[in-house]
């Protein structure tokens, strides 16, 4: 039978413990990503936009303005829907350091530590749990099971500084606030984490809204506990309204779906006045209870859809349908599992699972408070879940919540197959254990063992898809600089590699607030290169860069053969562009385009 150990907050052993596995997992990261930090190779272009945008800061650029400017400048740039929270960490580490190393050496330095400190207090916070609930092996289990969870340490990574780590430890911080003793602290804790949470990213908001659900199933299962949902609300109105002060400022108050507005703030601030007055109600019958669930939740969807209707379809509502086909569509982090490649649904899915089936054992083999946590860790567990289900990316949040109980479930396999005599049972037990941690590796042996068939979409390519891509922009840069300023027509996604490496600016970036020129990115690729031409001059766009090798451009190519981009793929540019010499190893290539 499990009971809670009671030990302080942090406590020298569990430090010891997490920090000799965090050492470990970074040094390890560190010889995997050695080649990419050499180069430097970014895991994703919102990574390099992050850095561009934190370099705009430090150049002077207001806390409070996120446009980037060098991003459709005709158009008067493109407001970015990204938090200045996750910009500090990075921001701060380059002004600390650029006196001492320089800037270069000040940046590298960000993006190596900055995610691997991420790292270890993500890997801190699920083992404080074990250590609490569970033992010294289980702790150092669960450390091991997220350093074995590909979805996780992608997230963790060096040169991954966007957001989605960040949002790990705001769920972790959450668990561990269920296990407080006392209610309001720790409804407080989760309210207002939960606020910082959707600053950094609005995604979070359907297991936020789980989250919830399960502190007001603790109040319907005693009246007493009402104070969880209660201050849990509270926090996350006052919060919420004090981060969007801090980070946002009261300049510009318009709503957008995409991030935490004050439409949000006043459904929160409903919310919380809901409950405060049920609280103040009590002792009520448990129908009203559930009614005031029901306004509560009601008036806030009311709000929403009285102030800002078109939200109601979520962040991507507005999407230009151009757009949504050849971008977002194709953006593969976004879609649900059950369209990825097999070892990549593999790898979100089956930690999950068994992380759910380990916490319903861990439910029957608790009492009293204990088992009480397991069931409301469970729920949130399964909602995480579930939400992978529909967005892949978000399965690193359902990985780091199952990391706990699979580290518990592994570490009973492990018991039972030490007592196995039979040499035969014990090597397949040992096997399906292997295959609960790394659940994807059968399919990358077959992979490695078979040659592959290149395919973009779903669509089989009749052009030849190299394995890797040589467009190396940073060999190329120094040369590029030396161009007169002006602006790139490129690709959506080396157009955020140009504005790092350059001065110039692009037509737009993969980032859906910049809608309207990336649909002109996208039909001037699909579409002639006479309307090329055409459009390309009236806008007044100085260059055309493109790296046929890459994914995107071949996309275009493959969609309309005789397009402008698929012109461009197979080295046959129109007259009108003056190529570009580029002294360097790459398959970037650059034109001018001609004014006569």
């Known amino acids: 039978m499990l009971t809670e150990r009671r030990r302080s907050l942090i406590s020298p052993g569990l430090l010891t413990r997490v920090g000799l596995a965090w050492m470990l997992v970074c040094a390890v990261l560190l010889v995997v990503n050695f080649n990419s930090i050499m180069t430097p190779l970014f895991p994703d272009p919102d990574d390099i936009m992050r850095l561009v945008q934190v370099r705009d800061l430090i150049g002077g650029q207001s806390w409070f303005d996120l446009t980037q400017y060098r991003a459709n400048a005709p158009g008067g740039g493109v407001p ?42 993500a890997m801190l916070l699920a083992a404080r749990i074990a250590w609490r609930l569970m033992g010294e092996d289980e702790t150092v289990m669960t450390c091991l099971v997220i350093a074995m969870s590909i979805p996780l340490l992608f997230q963790f990574g060096p040169m991954r500084i966007d957001h989605h780590g960040w949002q790990i430890v705001c769920v972790l911080i959450a668990m561990n606030a269920f296990m407080a003793r006392n209610a309001r602290l720790g409804g407080s804790v ?21 989250i919830c659900g399960v502190i007001a199933l603790r109040w319907v299962r005693n009246r007493n506990d ?51 007055a049920m609280s103040k109600a009590e002792p009520l019958p448990r129908p009203a209870v559930w009614m005031g669930f029901g306004v509560a939740g009601g008036g806030a969807v009311a709000i929403m859809l009285y102030s800002v209707p078109q939200c109601a379809g979520g962040g991507f509502s507005g999407l230009d349908p151009m757009v949504e086909l050849y971008w977002y569509e194709r953006v593969h982090e976004g879609l ?29 083999r608790s009492r009293d408070w204990l088992r009480q ?21 978000t399965g690193a949040v359902a990985g780091a919540l199952a990391a706990i109980p699979l580290a518990w479930q592994v570490g009973q396999w492990l018991r039972t ?40 979409g779903g669509t089989p390519l009749s052009l030849k898809v190299p394995k890797a891509s040589s467009c190396q922009l940073a060999d190329s840069s120094k040369l590029l600089r030396a161009l007169e300023p002006g602006e790139v ?55 055309v860069a493109l790296c046929p090798d890459l994914a995107e451009p071949l996309m275009y190519a493959i969609s309309a053969p005789e397009s402008f981009a698929a012109q461009l793929v197979d080295d046959s540019a129109p007259d009108w562009l003056e190529p570009i010499e580029l002294d360097a190893d790459t398959s970037l290539k650059v034109w001018r385009i001609k004014r006569d």
């Open 226 to 276: 009402r104070v969880w949902l209660v201050a849990t609300m509270q926090a996350l109105a006052i919060t919420s309204a004090a981060v969007y002060g801090l980070t946002r400022g009261i300049g510009n108050l318009a709503t957008y779906c995409d991030a935490i507005g004050p439409v949000h703030i006043a459904m929160f601030g409903w919310g919380a006045l809901v409950m405060t």
């Open 489 to 543: 027509f490129a690709p959506l996604d080396i157009a955020p590699r140009l504005l790092l490496e350059t001065d110039h600016s692009v037509i737009a970036t993969g980032h859906h607030r910049g809608s309207d020129a990336m649909r002109f990115v996208i039909e001037t690729s699909i579409g002639s290169e006479a309307d090329a031409q055409a459009a390309l001059l009236e806008r007044g766009t100085d260059y």
């Open 190 to 210: 989760i309210g207002a984490v939960i606020a910082v949470w959707l600053s950094i990213s609005i995604e979070g908001l359907p297991l936020a809204a789980a």
């Open 373 to 393: 946590f397991w069931i409301d860790y469970t729920l949130v567990l399964v909602a995480a879940f579930l939400i992978s289900l529909m967005v892949a990316r």
């Open 80 to 121: 970015m829907h990204w938090s200045r929270l996750v910009d500090t960490p990075i921001a701060l580490v380059i002004v600390a350091l650029t006196p001492l190393i320089g800037a270069a050496c000040a940046e590298m330095v960000a993006l190596i530590a900055v995610p691997l400190v991420t790292l270890g207090i």
């Open 417 to 456: 197959i030490r007592v196995m005599r039979n040499p035969a049972p014990r090597a397949l037990a040992m096997v399906g254990v292997s295959l609960a941690m790394l659940p994807a590796l059968p399919v990358l042996l077959m992979g490695w063992a078979m040659p592959a068939q290149a395919s973009l």
């Open 336 to 364: 649900p599992v059950w369209r990825q490649e097999l070892k990549t649904a593999l790898q979100y899915a089956v930690a999950p699972l068994i992380g759910i089936f380990a916490a319903i054992n861990l439910i029957g």
